[in-house]
């Protein structure tokens, strides 16, 4: 089955806690993105990667980290830096950079 | 830095209605520009693509126009069903997709 796999699709956190989500595809597709998306508001970038081991930060990647070392894979660790990472947290990939956009289901993430 | 702007926020018609949602963007320098559709708590679903050399794409009932010079895009949804209802996104890519906050819509019958 072909596409794009987040899990778990909800997460709950202890304030100070950090937690990973995971995204998983087997599109081949080289560029992946993470998005956050807050109620009434838009999709806001917090970090992408066009190829294996090279991520860059997007506009909002303060108390956030991830990793590219497998092409399949790209998790985004939310860190106790993070101020209000209350949100729900979707995953993107494309052929390449500047290609259609293809998006998982979500993680709703919560900070109880 | 490219900016995405989506009109009208909400939008609330009865059914049979034709509907037209803008989006505008500063910057024209895009390579796509792709329309999705998100029902409430769930991923983003791609409706449409038009690449920078396109002028419209049609998909059913769907119809989306692209002109690049001024920075616009519509998505005209024809005889519109209870089922369109949902949240309806453009994302602009120069080099990664930005969004705009999109337009609810909720079609009644």
């Known amino acids: 089955d072909g596409g794009i796999t987040q899990s778990p699709k909800y997460l709950f956190r202890k304030e100070g806690q950090n937690v990973t989500l995971s995204c998983e595809q087997n599109l081949n597709h080289d560029a992946m993105y993470w998005y956050r998306q807050d109620p009434g508001q838009g999709l806001r970038l917090i970090y992408y990667?066009?190829?294996?081991?090279?991520?860059q930060k997007g506009d909002i990647a303060e108390g956030y980290s991830v990793s590219r070392e497998k092409k399949e894979s790209f998790p985004l660790t939310v860190t106790s830096a993070q101020k209000n990472p209350t949100a729900f947290y979707l995953c993107?990939?494309?052929?390449?950079?500047?290609?259609?956009?293809?998006f998982g289901q979500g993680t709703r993430l919560t900070v109880v | 830095k490219q900016e995405v702007t989506q009109i009208p926020a909400a939008l609330s018609v009865p059914e049979g209605e034709n509907l037209v949602l803008n989006c505008s963007f500063t910057d024209s320098a895009i390579y796509n520009l792709q329309w999705f559709r998100q029902d409430p708590g769930k991923g983003l679903t791609s409706l449409l693509l038009i690449q920078s050399s396109q002028r419209e794409q049609t998909s059913g009932r769907l119809n989306a126009s692209l002109d690049k010079s001024s920075g616009r895009s519509t998505l005209y949804i024809a005889a519109s069903q209870p089922g369109d209802s949902a949240t309806y996104l453009c994302?602009?890519?120069?080099?990664?997709?930005?969004f705009g906050r999109g337009t609810s819509l909720i079609v009644h019958p």
């Open positions: 993107a990939t494309g052929r390449q950079q500047a290609t259609e956009a293809f």
């Open positions: 990667s066009q190829i294996v081991n090279d991520f």
């Open positions: 994302a602009v890519t120069s080099y990664i997709p930005t």
